[in-house]
């Protein structure tokens, strides 16, 4: 029986992936206490990779769109932290978004807003949190943007 959060996404027509495995030497979350660190999650969705440079080629509404699929994937990863129970987030604490962009390029904080419009949209309250959203001259695999997360759960 899916929970309130799980719920609420399926209202918004979200169904959240399988976990990302990560891809080198490093754990795709940790808990410790009652907080969840979340490793980068990149840009990909049912079609695969989303990639591309802001400024570019990529404008902000695909890039928004790319971080709202980081956002997908960080729920996700909360998901098994959380041992498939999703309501047991308290709130998203922050954020940490990278953006593939050129140097003339100026509007990450617009495409994060992807993710952090989801989240608010998805989770409500518990949705909003702190965040920075910075340039990177290039992403692993080439892909618009990576998002890092830390949640508070119960």
Do not use: W
Not at 49 to 65: P, R
Not at 104 to 121: C, H, M, R, W, Y
Not at 127 to 146: D, I, K, M, N, T
């Amino acid at each position: 029986m899916a929970g309130k959060i799980e719920t609420k996404l399926a209202e918004l027509g979200v169904t959240l992936p399988e976990a990302p495995v990560p891809a080198a030497n490093y754990v795709p979350y940790v808990l410790t206490g009652n907080q969840v660190y979340v490793s980068g999650q990149i840009s990909q969705g049912p079609e695969g990779l989303i990639t591309g440079k802001l400024g570019g080629g990529l404008d902000v509404a695909a890039g928004a769109a790319a971080a709202k699929a980081c956002a997908i994937s960080l729920l996700a990863q909360l998901k098994a932290a959380c041992g498939g129970d999703l309501d047991r987030l308290a709130r998203v604490v922050k954020l940490t978004g990278f953006v593939n962009s050129t140097p003339e390029f100026t509007d990450q904080p617009k495409v994060i807003n992807g993710a952090s419009d989801f989240l608010v949209e998805a989770l409500g309250d518990q949705g909003r949190h702190a965040r920075s959203a910075v340039s990177a001259a290039s992403l692993p695999l080439g892909v618009a943007v990576e998002i890092e997360a830390i949640f508070e759960v119960r």
